[in-house]
């Protein structure tokens, strides 16, 4: 089963720039969709953005939409979530996830990431 583990978090200030990595090792990569989440202290992990298997399309929430882009390069098993204009409001620990089949699905996740902590003050 594949191994997920996420870097490049910290602490930013409000309306800074910070790309996160996920590298994927002992399994199939490029033949599974992946995603990026958050979760917040008391509340549910929350989707952010998707990408499908080739990386021809990306599914992004509200929250992403025009600040973040994920992105992905298959050669190297890796997976980036590129944050823009930074809000305290995104600080939360950031999960990657692998989906069972090629495209993005609610509810497919098969493998998740430890997290990583992303902290932006004002």
């Known amino acids: 089963q594949v191994q997920l583990e996420e870097s490049g978090g910290g602490v930013v200030q409000a309306g800074d720039s910070l790309r996160l990595s996920c590298a994927a090792s002992?399994?199939?990569?490029?033949?599974?969709?992946m995603a990026w989440f958050r979760q917040t202290p008391g509340k549910e992990r929350e989707f952010v953005t998707g990408?499908?298997?080739?990386?021809?399309?990306?599914v992004s929430t509200n929250v992403a939409k025009g600040r973040f882009t994920i992105s992905r390069d298959n050669t190297k098993n890796v997976l980036y979530l590129q944050m823009t204009s930074l809000k305290p409001e995104d600080t939360a620990v950031y999960y990657c996830?692998?989906?069972?089949?090629?495209?993005?699905?609610?509810?497919?996740?098969?493998?998740w990431g430890r997290g990583i902590q992303v902290i932006v003050s004002a």
């Open positions: 996830a692998q989906y069972k089949n090629r495209l993005v699905a609610p509810g497919q996740i098969n493998t």
């Open positions: 002992g399994g199939a990569f490029a033949d599974y969709a």
């Open positions: 990408i499908t298997a080739t990386g021809e399309s990306t």
